[in-house]
């Protein structure tokens, strides 16, 4: 199994956003144990830095992080 480079500092792979989505047990399934390059907090975070991704922002939000990346 491939897991997140960032995994042990993730708060949303460590249940401490707010509102953890009801789907947080498959989302870290399928991206922080599985395909984290297209992580949307992975992506934001590698590109900006960890104090540059929202607390709402989760792993599936593709298109919140396109604007952030790209700064609009
Ligand atoms: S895949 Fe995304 S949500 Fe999961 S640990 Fe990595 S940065 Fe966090």
Redesign the pocket.
Known sequence: MVE?D??ST?P??NDRLENMPTTATLL?QQ??QGD?EH?A??RV?TKLGSTSVPGSLF?EDAAVADRIVAGT
């Open positions: 997140c960032i995994s993730c949303f792979f870290k991206y922080c984290f992580c907090r992975f975070e792993p």
